[in-house]
């Protein structure tokens, strides 16, 4: 059986960036970031979740973080430059990004936005992101990660 290929699969086939996909069942509801590490056996400091905000000027900012922590609202608004940033409704993120909720992947939206990683990300030699679609996720070095979305990195999560 032919592998499934996301968008974000294709983008990084494009970029001939090395990758390993992993897939997890999904049936039970849990999706969330925490329970996908634990069906996939992985640190949860390696496995990052992206969000999708808006700023005061009305840009479109995705920020991406370890899934155990909590994107700091103040911390994120100054890494872009915004006066504050807002989660987006979930029921923007598939217009906004072509991905839905549980499935939103840092690579290959349908437009590239102001990318931020959390700056743990820089001591990892791995990070797994979705890979675009729920059920799949994708595990990359940030290296070669962060270049292809034009992602920066700053201090965005909550402390404790």
């Known amino acids: 059986m032919a592998e499934q290929k996301t968008n974000a699969m294709r983008m990084l086939d494009k970029a001939k960036i090395s990758y ?9 509801g849990k999706i969330d970031g925490v329970s996908v590490a634990e069906k996939l056996g992985q640190d949860v400091r390696c496995v990052f979740k992206t969000l999708v905000t808006r ?8 920020f991406v973080l370890p899934v155990a ?3 700091d609202l103040k911390k994120a608004a100054k890494a872009v430059g915004e006066k504050s940033v ?24 349908k ?27 994708i595990e990359t070095s940030p290296q070669d990660l962060l270049p292809l979305v034009q992602a920066k990195t700053a201090p965005i999560t909550m402390e404790g």
């Open 111 to 137: 437009k590239l936005f102001v990318t931020v990683f959390d700056e743990s990300v820089d001591r990892l030699p791995k990070v797994i992101v979705s890979g675009g679609k729920i059920g799949f996720q």
């Open 86 to 109: 807002e989660l987006v409704h979930v029921d923007e993120i598939n217009r906004l990004t072509g991905y839905i909720r549980g499935g939103c992947s840092p690579v290959g939206m």
């Open 20 to 28: 390993q996909t992993y897939t997890y069942a999904h049936e039970d």
């Open 55 to 62: 700023g005061a000027s009305h840009a479109n900012y995705v």
């Open 69 to 71: 922590k909590e994107l």
